[in-house]
Each structure stands twice: as structure tokens, then as C-alpha cells.
């Protein structure tokens, strides 16, 4: 069975995206980048809700070919192109690269996902991982916090319906005054 994460940056005072989902406060330094390029390396497949997907696969695809393009982002833009991905969206009608497309059930397809044998799985996106959280499919959560208050935007957490229980796993500085703190959901 696959474990499923959801790991997001998100603001001090909660937030994955400010009003207007501004995010420019959450870019990573090369050293904080390499604490992802790391992590990204362990994921064996990516499910992204329809907003996240558009944002990230309107520049990883071909961010490896762009001259200016920092080293330690060039080996993110390979990690991310050969990752499979899981869409799940109502609206959009393809996508493309190492993904394929989910138009109906999120959670049941998610079930299934995590009943097969393989590398753990990441989920991103508010609205997608909120659905997942309140089906009890998110084994743990890492919680990557940048020392900025933004006021409001997207909740890291969405409303649930019932608590969630979890243990504290550890807590790591990271550069840039950044925090990760990791937890695991108690079953």
C-alpha cells in the first residue's frame, strides 16, 4: 500500500497562496530548492488538483532549456518531468507530458492508488488535498513554514468535517528562517 503526503509551503499565518495567489513569497532559495529537489526524488507519483497543475506544468516542462535557468532547478525540471502524474479536474478536457487525466471520482481514484504497491505519492493543491483530508486518505502532512504573514489567500487546511489526529514526527530548520515540520496521521 502507498503512502500518500500532502506538502506544501504555506505562510506563518497559514496560507499556501496569498490574495490574488501570490506565491512570490514563498520562492526558494537554491539551498531551500535542493531541500526539495531531495524530497522530490522519493516521490513515485504526483496527483495535482486543475489550479496547481496549470501553474506548475506552465513552466517545468521546458524550464531545463532555459539558458538563465539555475542549476538546482534545472535537476528539479528533470525530478518533475519524469514523475508520473495524476490530474484531477472537472474542467480541463486533456494533459500532457508524464501525466494522465482523472475526470470523475477524485477520492475513489485516490483509493485505488494508494491500494497499489509502488513509491509514496504526493498530492498538491488546496481544493484536491482537502477532498483527500476529509476522506481520511492523507497519511501524513509536512508543513513547510516561511517566516511571513500574509494576511489570507488559500488555507493551507481546508474545513473538515471530524478532527484528525496526529504525531508529531520531527521538526527541521531549513534554510532561509523556513521550517519543516512533519506529521503522521494516528489510525
Known amino acids: 500500500m502507498r503512502k500518500l503526503s500532502y506538502m506544501m509551503n504555506a505562510s506563518l499565518d497559514g496560507y499556501i497562496a496569498a490574495p490574488g495567489d501570490d506565491i512570490g513569497w514563498s520562492v526558494p532559495s537554491p539551498e531551500l530548492h535542493q531541500w526539495f529537489n531531495d524530497r522530490a526524488r522519493e516521490i513515485g507519483l504526483s496527483l495535482y488538483g486543475r489550479r496547481l497543475w496549470e501553474l506548475m506544468s506552465a513552466h517545468w516542462p521546458t524550464a531545463d532549456q532555459q539558458p538563465d535557468t ?17 490530474v484531477f479536474s472537472t474542467t480541463l478536457d486533456e494533459v500532457d507530458g508524464n501525466a494522465r487525466l482523472v475526470t470523475g471520482d ?35 502532512y509536512q508543513v513547510v513554514t516561511h517566516p ?3 494576511g489570507g489567500g488559500t488555507p493551507f487546511f481546508s474545513a473538515l468535517d471530524s478532527w484528525v489526529n496526529l504525531r508529531h514526527v520531527g521538526t527541521q530548520d531549513l534554510p532561509d528562517g523556513v521550517t519543516a515540520a512533519h506529521y503522521e496521521v494516528r489510525r
Do not use: S
Open 70 to 86: 539555475p542549476p538546482v532547478e534545472v535537476e528539479f525540471a528533470h525530478l518533475w518531468q519524469r514523475t508520473p502524474k495524476v
Open 106 to 140: 477524485a477520492v475513489a481514484e485516490i483509493r485505488r492508488l494508494k491500494a497499489e504497491d509502488g513509491a509514496p505519492m504526493e498530492i498538491g493543491g488546496a481544493g484536491l488535498a482537502g477532498t483527500a483530508m476529509r476522506a481520511g486518505l492523507i497519511d501524513e
Open 148 to 150: 511571513v504573514l500574509v
